[in-house]
C-alpha cells in the first residue's frame, strides 16, 4: 500500500462555496465534496490537525468599504446609507472547519474490485444572520415617523453552532463510466443556539384626537443547547466538556453525503453531489427561551378618585404595567427539538481536451495519456433557513506537465459578480503543494470585498510508484 | 527536481498577490467610535374622559376641582436618564361642556418636590359643539432634568368661570376629553 502523506495548512476566506476544489482531483480533500469524485491515488494520511484549516466569511448587502472609507463623509450618515439599502434577505455567514484527522485507503477484494474508504473527524462552527431590517429601521427612527408601519419581528433569523463531525466514506468505480460514493456522517453538537422560527409584529396606529394605538403581537422562540458550561466557573471543567463533546459526548446527528461522478465518453463528465442530508437531536443540556403574547396599549385611563372612589389612574397604571411585564415575560423549557443540516449541493460539467504531443515525433506521449485540459461550469447551492444560497462558476483546468496542475473559475453568487479565482497543485519530489485564492479582483482592497479567500497547502507525498 | 523554478514562480506570484497587494486601502476603521443612532419613540400617555356629574359634589353642587396622581417609574430610569435628550408631550383636549377649565400638570420627584408644572386653559363650548385644544409642552435642557427627576405626575382639572360659560347642574351636556402621548427623542451612541 502506497500512502500520500498529506500535511496540509489550509487557510481560507471565503464563501461556502468551493468551486476551485471541487473537482480538482489531484488535492484529495475534493472527495469531500463529491464522496463519488473520481480517484486517482491510492490513499493518504492527514497529519492530525493539519490537514485542513479552513475559514470562511461573508456578507451581502455591503462591505466594510461602504462603512469604514476614509472619504471624509460622516460615519453615521454611511451606515445609515447602509442600513436602507439593505434588505431583510441580505445577510452574514461565518464558516470554519478544522480536520482533526483524515484518510484513505483503498481496498482490494479482487484484482478487478477495488473499493476506496476515507473516513476522518472534523471540527465545524457555523454562525449565519439574516439582516433584521425592521429592527435596525425601529432602533434608527423608532415608531414616531413610521405610525401605521407594521414592524415584522419574524426577520429575526439567527443561528450560531459548534459541532465535530466523524465520516465514513466508500467510493467505487463500477467501471468506465461511472463512479459512485456514499459518505455517512455522525454528528456531535458541543454548542448550539438558533432562532428561526419567529414570528410577531409591533405596529402603532394613530386614532382620532392625536391618540395612538400601540399593537404587539410577540411569537418568539430562542432553542439553545450545550450552552450550561458557560455558567461553570472551573476552565478546567468547561474544558474536559467540551473534549467530552467533541468525541461523541454531545448532541447527536446522523447524515449521509451521496454523489457520483459519470464519464460517457473520455472527453465528456458529468458529476454531482449532495453533502449533509442529515439532523441532529438536541436532547442533552437543552434550555429554550419563548416570548409570547399579544397586547394593545392606547393609554393610561384617568378616574379621578374624587369621582369613582375605588380606582385612580395609579391602579390603571399597574395594571398596564402588569400587562406589559406579561408582553415580556419570557417562559423557558427543556424540551428536545431536531434541526435538520443545511444541505448542500454541487454540479458540474467538464469537457476534457488536448493531449500531450511529444515534440521530437509530433505524436502523442505514450507516458502522459491523460487530457492536459478542461473546461467546465459547475453550479453550487446551499439550502438557508429563508432562501437557497448559489453560485455558478465556469472553470479552466490545465495540466502544466504531470507535476503540475492549474485552475482557474469565474464564479458569479450572491457576493459579487466579479470573482475570479486561481488554484494551483503542484508535486515536487515528496512534497505536494497546492494554492488556491478566490475573488482575486478584490485584492487590490480587500475592504472592498464582500468575501475573499485563501488557502494554501504543503503536502507530503510518499511517491506512488504504480503512477 | 526541473519543477523547482517553475513552483518558486508561482508560489511567489500567489505570495505576492495574496500577502503583498491585498491591501486594505483608503479606510479609518476607528470611524466606528462615533456610531450614534438617534430613534424618536411615540408613546401614548394619559387619558380622560369626563362629563359634568364628574365636576358635581353629592348635593348637585360644583367642586372646585378634581385631581389624580400617576406614579411614574420610567423617567427616572437609567435607560432615560442616559439616552433622552429631548421629549415633548403632547396633548389633546376635546371640550364640549359649556364650562371653561383650567388642566394643571405638577411633576414632582421621589422627595415630593415640585420639578415643573404647566396649565392648559380650555375655553367653554356654549353650544356643545366639540372644541379642540392642542398644547405642546417641550422638555429641554434644565426642564428635561426636571423631567428625568420625575417621579409623579399629578393631574388637577380646575373650573374656570368665564363670560358665556354656565354653572354645572345635572343637567349639563357634552364631555370633556384628554388624550396624551409623549414623543422621546433618544441619542444612542455605541
Redesign the interface.
Known sequence: MKWLLFLGVFVSLHAQNKQLLYGFKDVPQQILLNPGAQVDYRGYIGVPLLSHIHFNAGITGFSAFDVFADDGKDFNQKIRDVVYEMNARDFVGFNQQLDVFSAGLTLKTSTQHKLFISFGLYQESDVFSYFPKDFAVLAYEGNYNNLNRRFDFGQLNVSAELLSVFHIGVNKKINSKWTLGLRGKVYSSIVQASSTQNKGSFITVPTANNNLNHVFDLDMKLQTSGLSFLDDSSANNSLDVLKKRLLFGGNLGLGVDVGFTHQPSPEWTIDASLQDIGFINYSKDVKNYILDGDLEYDGIQSVFPQVVSGQTAQDYWNEVKNDFDELFEIDSSTTSYTIWRPVKFNSSVSYNFGRKIRKECNCLDKLDRTFQNRVGAHLFAMKRPNHLQWALSTFYYRKIFKGLQLKTTYTIDTYSFTNVGLGLSASLGSIQFYVMADNLLEYQNLAKSQSVSLQLGFNYIFKNNEN | ?K??P??KK??SL?LV??VC?????????E??D?????????????????TPE?FLDASGDE?PF??????L?ALTSNFIVDNLIKAEL???I?NSINKAFQIKMDFYDSADALQHTFSIDIDNSPTNTSL?T?HVEVFENMSLLALKSTSKLD?T?SLRSSPTGTVLTPDSEGSI?L???G??Y?K?SS
Do not use: A, H
Open positions: 527536481m519543477t523547482l517553475f513552483l508561482y508560489v500567489i498577490l495574496g497587494y491585498s491591501c486594505i486601502k483608503d479606510t479609518d476603521f470611524q466606528s462615533t456610531l450614534t443612532i438617534n430613534p424618536i419613540m411615540e408613546v401614548n400617555l394619559v387619558k380622560v374622559q369626563e364628574s367642586v378634581i385631581s389624580d396622581l400617576v406614579v417609574e403632547v396633548f389633546g376635546t379642540f392642542e393631574i382639572i376629553r388624550t396624551s402621548k414623543v422621546f433618544l444612542l
